[in-house]
């Protein structure tokens, strides 16, 4: 099974029609020896406040390396966990790897907080708020530390009980950011009914804002609404200082992007540049 794993990996390297339903069957083959054999890890990529400088802020991304495979993005294999649901239990392993990595920055005097993404379909069932709270009691970390990305990869199917369960999660200190603004099911509706603290633009709108005047309305339009709302607003995909600057200019709260770092390994983060108010708490 190996051999043939690798022969078709080969083939799939060509402009071979069938590539994408074949790579995503193979994926799915692979995904139980995945969760055995313990693959998954987490990397960080910081988030840039504008008007502080803090960097203190990390989104956690999911990173898979498979032995035929190689390395298989999470835009690939979160949708095909989506629809098995192993949704579930990726997520409540990041959410216990997060609370663990937020302990160790905590203990070791450089405190930061982190964005975990949480999928529509995780929050259909009533365990991803329970998950979520105990785990964080069990580790001691302080709720405001954590900051849930909803991904609007997924329709949100029960809306009402999506509502409820992130208002669960902001009453008890976690903030919650909804995630690729802009693309996908994200809506002005979603701005309005969603208990909301942060709005994430989505990285297309952001690639050509210095270059086409109508992506720079649009996004100044998101942000300008947002800030009616009281919301924070963070770019995505930031890869270049102009657009940094633009962003600046805007009133963007927050960047993100590989300008500002990659995502990478817990102890290959750049160090802390200041010391939020909030963290000084703990
Ligand atoms: P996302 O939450 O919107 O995360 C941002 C994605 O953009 C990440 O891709 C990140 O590596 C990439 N990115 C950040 N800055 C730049 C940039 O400047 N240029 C470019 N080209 N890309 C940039 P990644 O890590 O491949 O993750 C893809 C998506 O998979 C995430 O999008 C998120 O929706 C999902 N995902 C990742 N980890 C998890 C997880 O633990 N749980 C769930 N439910 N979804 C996850
Ligand atoms: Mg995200
Ligand atoms: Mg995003
Ligand atoms: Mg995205």
């Known amino acids: 099974a190996k051999q043939a794993g690798k022969r078709q990996v080969a083939r799939l390297d060509g402009h071979d029609e069938a590539a994408p339903i074949a790579r ?27 008007v502080s400088g803090d960097n203190s802020t990390v989104e956690a991304l999911l990173r898979w390396t498979d032995s035929e495979l190689g390395m298989v993005s999470p835009a690939e294999f979160i949708p095909i966990m989506e629809l098995s649901g192993d949704i579930h239990r990726i997520g409540l392993r990041v959410i216990n790897e997060v609370c663990m990595q937020a302990r160790r920055w905590l203990d070791a005097g ?59 999660l902001r009453d008890a200190g ?7 603004y802009g693309t996908g099911f994200s809506s002005l509706a979603m701005l309005r009914n969603l208990p909301l603290n942060i709005v994430k633009i989505d990285k297309s709108f952001i690639d050509n804002i210095d270059t086409s005047a109508a992506d720079a309305l649009l996004v100044r339009g998101v942000i300008d609404t947002a800030h009616a709302l009281g919301l924070k607003v963070t770019a995505e995909g930031v890869e270049r200082p102009c657009q940094l600057r633009l962003l600046r200019e805007l009133g963007c709260d927050i960047a993100q992007g590989f300008l500002i770092s990659r995502p990478v390994a817990p102890d290959d ?6 010391r939020t108010p909030l963290l000084e708490w703990h």
Request: proline residues 9%.
């Open 269 to 274: 983060l750049p160090p802390l540049t200041a």
């Open 174 to 180: 976690i903030s919650i950011a909804l995630d690729d």
């Open 24 to 50: 995503n069957a193979l994926i799915r083959r692979r995904l139980p020896s995945a969760f055995e054999t313990r693959r998954f890890t987490l990397h960080y990529q910081p988030q840039l406040d504008l």
């Open 110 to 168: 450089v405190p930061r907080r982190v964005g975990i993404n949480v999928s529509p379909v995780q929050l259909a069932t009533r365990r991803v708020v329970s998950e979520l709270l105990s785990a964080l009691a069990r580790h001691g970390v302080p709720p405001d530390l954590i900051q849930v990305e909803i991904t609007e990869g997924a329709a949100i199917t029960n809306l009402p009980r999506a509502i409820g369960q992130l208002q669960q």
